[in-house]
């Protein structure tokens, strides 16, 4: 039995910080990348950022690349996402994601090739 559960959203203002948690269960030492996502109504989910258990090495979009980080801590299998300098189109449904046996993708991560998936937390930021 694997569950994510996010926490850490909320409404901010522009400029403004978050700090998403996931807490991971089931079938920890088996995942092999942890990621974020993201999804507005209308549009696809699309990959923020994730990180390889094994090695640490770390992946971000475009968009938010020297804005957000991306951690993990193996010791409470919490895997988080810190949101520095948020901006209005970074509102949306915030979801937290594993890979089981499957490495982390080169480049942009595909949610389809993600396993298992958080219950959402949403992200609001205003101008």
């Known amino acids: 039995q694997v569950q994510l559960v996010e926490s850490g959203g909320g409404s901010v203002q522009a400029g403004e910080s978050l700090r998403l948690s996931c807490v991971v269960s089931g079938y920890t030492y088996s995942m092999r990348c942890l990621g974020w996502f993201r999804q507005v109504p209308g549009k696809e989910r699309e990959g923020v950022a994730s990180?390889?258990?094994?090695?640490?090495?770390?992946y971000y979009a475009d968009s938010v690349k020297g804005r957000f980080t991306i951690s993990q801590d193996n010791a409470k299998n919490t895997v988080t996402l810190q949101m520095n300098s948020l901006k209005p189109e970074d509102t949306a449904m915030y979801y937290c994601?594993?890979?089981?046996?499957?490495?982390?993708?080169?480049?942009?991560?595909?949610?389809?090739?993600?396993?298992?998936w958080g219950q959402g937390t949403q992200v609001t930021v205003s101008s």
């Open positions: 990180i390889s258990t094994p090695d640490g090495t770390i």
């Open positions: 994601a594993a890979r089981r046996w499957a490495y982390c993708s080169f480049g942009y991560q595909d949610p389809r090739d993600f396993d298992y």
